[in-house]
């Protein structure tokens, strides 16, 4: 089987909306479907040859996860649902199949198909011709870029390939569960000598931990460790007048993370938010009730004016003025004392007024959010100077810096800088004042 051939003809698929679904009661029969053309994805992943392939693979990608997407959460999980999936959808193995679900078409994408891991230039001229986070579609643009992008791409084929492969299987397994236990449902059952839930509505939300007999502690406990912040976030909401963002809301306490690094996270197929016990701050909470204001309340005209003005304050960094950065940078490292900020520092050895600008916003950025740049002590050589630095290249200073300040988290889309923003607005954060009027405006 080609590759070409195959892709061209998964495209015209979904183009023309044909779509893997019954009018009447979805089956396991559909989801296979699904998982055919899924596989056929990862056997492409060891045939793509070149470039333009590569770009091939991603705009097939895009409109497969797009639609299975959609099958998931709207036909089998959402309002296009049969009454027994109703009666089913808060059950535990429907909740585990929705999760694995969302990490496919979410992390599957993020580290399989976006390529993070290039140099300045290459990823810019990725990102001018559509090869970002989104799911635009993109173009081949200059050969010889993506063919510096598929040589990356090559040399971690095998790591990705088994990534998304278990993603996959995990997915479909989980699905593959749900209508095991769909086919032998005769009514509610009761889960309470496995599964322990508690819930508590809290002005207007509902709040909600479920603790399986493995773990330590019960879902009333659970609740308890994150009630301060709950009742915190809600004050603050009420202060600014956008508590009905708040209200409605359902609110899921995890004790870990999925993603391992996540404090929180907003999911828009069933409108909740899970709040993680990495959360120790009301910042993370109000970051994804931003994500439920975006989608929920903020109109498209205010989302169209926010994301143009994102744009319009968004630079990158030079590979020229990258170098004066480094040249700085090690100026500054042999003319500080043990102890001093190296990468705040390097600000005042920078000449270059542009440049000197752009530094700032990244470091007042980085500042914001992980303190990376911000942080960093000189206190054991050279080699622990130049980590400091390349890695304040690949997390700050080779993204998106937004010259009206927010959070290095900012530059990955629009919609989390407002996210951001509305946090820092919400908390009552010291922000910068454009960003502040602006987002006065819009909401």
Known sequence: MKLLSRLQLIQELYTNEIDFTLNEAITIS???????????????????????ELVQVYNAWNIWRDKFEKFVYKRLFGTQQSNANKEMKDSVVAKEAASKVWSLVMQGAENFFYIFDMPNNIRKEMENNGLDRGRGKAKYGDG???EVAYSIFDKSRTKKYNKLSRLGREAFKSLDNYFEALKNYTGAESESDKWQEYTINMNGAKVIAVSSEKKVEGADEMIKKVLPI??????????????????GSTIYVDPVSELQSAAARYELYDDSVHLYFLARNPHEMVHELGHRYWHKFLKPAAQNEWEEFIKKNTV????????????????????????????????DFIKDEVVKEKYRAAVQADFNHDRLL????????????????????NYVLNGPIIMTTITT????????????????????FKMNPIVRQMIIKIT
């Open 409 to 428: 988290y900012s530059g990955k889309s629009p919609d989390e800088a407002f996210c951001e923003a509305f946090a820092q607005y919400v908390t009552n």
């Open 230 to 247: 709950l009742k915190k976030v809600y004050a603050m909401l009420k202060a600014k007048r956008f508590d009905k963002v708040w209200r």
């Open 316 to 347: 990158r960094l030079s590979d020229s003025e990258l170098d004066i950065i480094e040249k700085a940078f090690w100026k500054t490292y042999n003319n500080i004392k043990v102890g001093e900020m190296l990468l705040l520092r390097t600000y």
């Open 144 to 146: 010889e870029a993506w």
């Open 30 to 52: 559909d989801v296979k479907k699904w998982q055919k053309e899924f596989q056929a994805f990862t056997k492409n992943i060891k045939r793509i040859k070149n470039g333009n």
């Open 374 to 393: 911000t942080s960093k002590k000189i206190e054991d050589g050279e080699k622990s100077a130049a980590r400091a630095l390349r890695n304040a290249k």
